[in-house]
């Protein structure tokens, strides 16, 4: 037997989570600041993937291009935060260089769209 199941993400819920692990991330001492921001890189991905999957079911082009639109600005925000952050803590921060290849990528997939 198979059975399906449709996730439903409001927008603004993603937003508000990641409102939150930007604020904890801000509130991170040096010990916890990469775990953190690798909380946020894989949050990031998730993202990125929910709306690889949104576009892979959408008709119309206008619509895919919004989803990867409002996909690129929850990201670049994010990573624009994020490098603020880390700008503020010493040393190599792994995921950062995650993070802008994942906001490059949203930013390629919506000019595929646009």
Known sequence: MVYFVTLTLELSELRSANEKALEQLGRANEEQFDLELTEI???LLSLYRFAVLS???????????EIWRETLDLISSSAAEAQTAASQHPGDHPSLPRIIAIRDAASDMLALYE
């Open 41 to 43: 890189e894989n949050f």
């Open 55 to 65: 576009v892979k079911t959408e008709r119309e082009m206008a619509r895919a291009a």
